[in-house]
């Protein structure tokens, strides 16, 4: 489903963010990227996104590599890839509705369906009672859940998390985990960039270990040591 | 289109002051525009009446007869320049005479038709023809007096110019403007935005998505801005017709046509939406980077 082959990535002439990743994620994986600050992994994030081109290498999405796609495709690319992140990146002026709505706006749904998918949604992350709120008004949890809730409402087949869990307490956190868990069971490919050593270790799914913009290791029910 | 629309609509919403200064722009810009408008349609109007109306006028020596009359008008019908004659007798003329003068009874008490002389009214090609076609007139023995309104036509030509040039010009600056202050409103909204824009984008929004609000946004600044300009417009037009009527004379100019103000409107819409439009794109251009 994903593939990653000889993927390298510098910034500037100094700056290797990643070097010679080859890697494959299987359709229906939950995949841990774990490794220190700096060490790559929000940059593989992103250029799953093509929010950045690799410097080489070829990355497959599906049977399309998207390192060569043509800038007008990239919406259709982010339509099958969800995003979550660690600053929620939630819109102050939306309810939490709206946030979600958006989502299925850009997709082009009509208002009917709008409705219908977000309400199923919102209830299904046990936010339904705050959907008139907006994100001041919500908690870190709730505001994670409603960024979960806007990136999977489209049902992408892939979803990545970029340490969603970073800002929240121990408790919320396993709640955005557990959510996670229930939207990978659904078929979603899941890829998490985290710090959080209790949940990759408690989990027991595939872990990537990148340290200085390399792959040190990959197992499944790995650990992060 | 229907959710950029809405999207447009909300952007406008929530930002009420800047669509109010977009809107009066526009309002000034439109107003000067169909003022200009209105007046070298006015003067052109008035100019085709004094070229159409009969510009040289010849009255005849006391004496003279409907030979003599026939003779002249004979000739000029064979004279390629004159468009038409028209006789006046002596009777027409008092009745003319009378029915201008109607409201001041001691006028109407001291003239018969005797004292008034009977005329000949011609109209010519262009009114460069009317010199020479007065001068062909002075000829005749009959005749003692050729009347050339060539001054009026004159002063009326150079004033449509004016019209047409000071207007241009001044319409020309100010849609200029209009279109900046469109770009700088647009472009400040768009970086007002930037957090949004950058979620729709990773939402998979497509360009079109993304810019097509702004884009409205712009047409929307500047129809509204047309739509009032043409309301006003059209109040005060119909407010000033009667003193302006009065003021025109003979030249029925008022009031105006309702479909020339139908096609002023229709025509403004369509300079404003290209002006709103162009503005709007050209701040996406300039400050949405997708």
């Known amino acids: 489903m994903i593939r990653f082959e000889n993927l390298s990535k510098k910034y500037g002439s100094n700056t290797t963010a990643l070097e010679g990743v080859s890697i494959e994620i299987k359709q229906g994986e939950f995949v841990f990227i774990v490794g220190p600050s700096g060490a790559g992994k929000s940059t593989l994030l992103r250029i799953l996104t093509r929010e950045i081109t690799p410097t080489s290498g070829k990355v497959f999405v599906g049977n399309v590599d998207i390192a060569k796609m043509k800038d007008s495709e990239i919406p259709h690319l982010r339509r099958k890839v969800g995003v979550v992140f660690q600053d929620f ?27 219908k998918m977000v309400e199923h949604i919102l209830k299904l992350v046990e936010i339904w009672d705050k959907r008139n709120l907006f994100p001041r008004q919500l908690s870190g949890g709730e505001a994670q859940r409603t960024a979960i809730a806007r990136a999977a ?24 985990i557990q959510l996670l868990n229930e939207i990978n069971s659904w078929g979603t490919t899941i890829i998490m960039a985290t710090h959080n050593q209790e949940i990759v270790n408690t989990l027991k799914k595939r872990v990537l270990v990148i340290k200085n913009g390399k792959i040190i290791k990959d197992s499944k029910e790995g650990k992060y040591e | 289109m229907s959710r950029s629309i809405e999207y447009a609509k909300r952007n406008i919403r929530r930002t009420p002051f800047q669509a109010i200064a977009a809107s009066m722009v526009m309002f000034l810009t439109f107003f000067a525009l169909l003022t200009f408008l209105i007046l070298a349609l006015g003067s052109q109007a008035s100019l085709k009446y004094f070229e ?41 003329a008092l ?31 262009s009114p460069q023809d009317l010199q020479p076609v007065a001068d062909i007139l002075k000829r005749e023995p009959v005749v003692s007096e050729v009347i050339v309104p060539e001054d009026v036509v004159a002063t009326l030509t150079s004033l449509t110019r004016i019209i047409r040039v000071v207007g241009g010009t001044t319409v020309g600056f100010l849609m200029l403007f ?3 202050i469109i770009v700088m409103i647009i472009g400040f909204k768009i970086r007002l935005k930037r957090g949004e824009i950058e979620i729709m984008r990773l939402l998979g929004a ?8 702004f884009i409205l946004e712009g047409m929307f600044y500047g129809v509204a801005g047309a739509i009032c300009s043409w309301i006003v417009s059209f109040c005060l037009l119909w407010y000033f017709t009667p003193f302006l009527q009065s003021y ?18 229709g025509a403004s819409l369509s300079l404003a939406i290209i002006v709103g439009g162009l503005g709007s794109w050209l701040a996406v251009r300039r400050y949405l980077k997708i």
């Open chain 2, 248 to 265: 025109l004379g003979e030249v029925k100019l008022l009031p105006v046509n309702p479909l020339i103000m139908l096609t002023l409107l």
């Open chain 2, 52 to 92: 159409s109306k009969p510009q040289v006028i010849v009255f005849f020596k006391e004496g003279t007869t409907s030979q003599d009359v026939d003779a002249i008008q004979n000739a000029l019908k064979s004279e390629s320049r004159v468009v038409g004659t028209k006789y006046v007798s002596k009777d027409e």
């Open chain 2, 178 to 180: 209009a279109m900046l």
């Open chain 1, 89 to 115: 990146k939630l819109l102050d002026d939306r309810t939490v509705f709206e946030q979600v709505a958006l989502a299925l706006e850009v997709l082009g749904k009509s208002d009917e369906e709008i409705v």
């Open chain 2, 206 to 213: 497509s360009p079109s998505f993304i810019r097509n609000p």
């Open chain 2, 95 to 125: 009745q003319i005479y009378r029915d201008k003068n109607k409201s001041d009874p001691a006028l109407l008490e001291l003239v018969t038709a005797n004292i008034l002389p009977a005329s000949l009214e011609i109209s010519t090609q």
């Open chain 1, 153 to 176: 409402v489209g049902k992408p087949d892939v979803l990545l998390a970029d340490e969603p869990t970073g800002d929240l307490d121990s408790k919320t956190a396993w709640g955005v």
